[in-house]
């Protein structure tokens, strides 16, 4: 079944450094999507991404993150200078239309640690 | 008005009892309401979701129930198993987009 894939599954960084999390969405899948938990909290919509640019993001996705799909398979999330509140989980999603009722389907996370 | 809000945070149901999680929205843009299982270490995974114009929907054990004048959805698992025992996320989006608004989560754990 195919699946949507994250790298690393775990990066511990220190404060103010730059970190890059990757994630390969499902191959035939358009849309593609950033969400975060922190740990305990709900899941926070951070940034969909279409057709080489931004659909639609949140008031979270601030200067300090960028997204950006450098290959037709690869889909990544940066963040410029980490801050110790960005620790979380950060979850990569694909779907394959805009549609609402399409599901989107979600990576196993790559859980981020600022220090 | 984006938020939705669930309830309990908690839940612990011997198995072959009930579960109920409920839920409730504000903001009636919202046109699609998916529920999420969540294991740990793991990422959500689409349960079963539903549309405002219809006040249930079935799927083997487990059953949404929607009042749209109320603005308040619930999840039921019937049967419970052990296996059942996971994080439920209520989500409602609208527009398309995928930009899914999350609940706080119910962490269920079912006892054998």
């Known amino acids: 079944e195919p699946e949507v894939t994250q790298t690393p599954s775990h990066q511990v960084t220190q404060m103010g450094q730059e970190v890059i999390l990757r994630c390969v969405p499902i191959?035939?899948?358009?849309?593609f999507y950033w969400y975060r938990q922190i740990l305990g909290q709900k899941v926070e919509f951070l940034v969909s991404f279409y057709n080489n640019e931004i659909s639609e993001k949140s008031e979270i996705f601030d200067d300090q993150f960028s997204v950006e799909r450098p290959d037709g398979s690869n889909f990544t999330l940066k963040i410029r200078s980490t801050k110790l509140e960005d620790s979380a989980m950060y979850f990569c999603?694909?779907?394959?239309?805009?549609?609402?009722?399409?599901?989107?389907?979600f990576g196993q996370g790559t859980r981020l640690t600022v220090v | 008005q984006q938020q939705v809000k669930q309830s309990p945070q908690s839940l612990i149901v011997q198995k072959g009892g009930i579960s109920i999680i409920n839920c409730a929205y504000e903001n009636t843009a919202f046109d699609y309401f998916p529920w999420y299982q969540q294991f740990p270490g793991k990422g959500p995974a689409l349960l079963i979701a539903i549309r405002p114009d219809v006040s249930e929907k079935k799927e083997g054990r487990f059953t949404i129930s929607f009042n749209k004048s109320a603005k308040q959805f619930s999840l039921h698992i019937m049967d419970s198993q052990p296996g059942d025992s996971a994080t439920y996320f209520c989500?409602?989006?609208?527009?398309?987009?995928?930009?899914?608004?999350f609940g706080t989560g119910t962490k269920l754990q079912v006892i054998p």
């Open positions: 191959s035939n899948h358009l849309y």
């Open positions: 999603a694909s779907s394959e239309n805009r549609a609402v009722n399409t599901e989107a389907f």
């Open positions: 989500a409602a989006n609208s527009g398309g987009y995928q930009k899914v608004t």
